[in-house]
Nanobody, 120 residues
Framework: QVQLVESGGGLVQAGGSLRLSCAAS????????MGWYRQGPGKQREFLARITSGGSTNYADSVKGRFTISRDNAKNPVYLLMNSLKVEDTAVYYCKATVLQGAFRMTDYWGQGTQVTVSS
C-alpha cells in the first residue's frame, strides 16, 4: 500500500506561481509512475503530468510549457511547479501513484487533494 499527501495549494493571483508537493509513504519502491491530476468545479478529473520511475515525463497539452513535474533524487516527494496560472486553473489538485503489485498487477493510489484557487 502507498499513502499520498499533497500540499502547497492555496490562493494565488492570475499570472502567479505555486509549487505543489506530493509525499508518498509505504511501499514506495514499487511505484512505477506518479502523476498530477485536477478536478475543477463541475468538471471531470483531468490528467496534467506524469513522471516515471526512470524520470521520463509527459504532460497534457493544456499545461505544457506552464507546469513542470519533478522529484527529488530520492524520488520522493514529487512536485508540480505551476507558472503563469490562469483563473481556469482553479481546481482541486490530486496526486496519483501507480504501483506494481506482484508480477503484473498495477494499482492506483490517490491523495486527498489540495485546493488551488486562482483569482483575477
Amino acid at each position: 500500500q502507498v499513502q499520498l499527501v499533497e500540499s502547497g495549494g492555496g490562493l494565488v493571483q492570475a499570472g502567479g506561481s505555486l509549487r505543489l508537493s506530493c509525499a508518498a509513504s509505504g511501499s514506495i519502491s514499487s511505484i512505477v509512475t506518479m502523476g498530477w491530476y485536477r478536478q475543477g468545479p463541475g468538471k471531470q478529473r483531468e490528467f496534467l503530468a506524469r513522471i516515471t520511475s526512470g524520470g521520463s515525463t509527459n504532460y497534457a497539452d493544456s499545461v505544457k510549457g506552464r507546469f513542470t513535474i519533478s522529484r527529488d533524487n530520492a524520488k520522493n516527494p514529487v512536485y508540480l511547479l505551476m507558472n503563469s496560472l490562469k483563473v481556469e486553473d482553479t481546481a482541486v489538485y490530486y496526486c496519483k501513484a501507480t504501483v506494481l503489485q506482484g508480477a503484473f498487477r498495477m494499482t492506483d493510489y490517490w491523495g486527498q487533494g489540495t485546493q488551488v484557487t486562482v483569482s483575477s
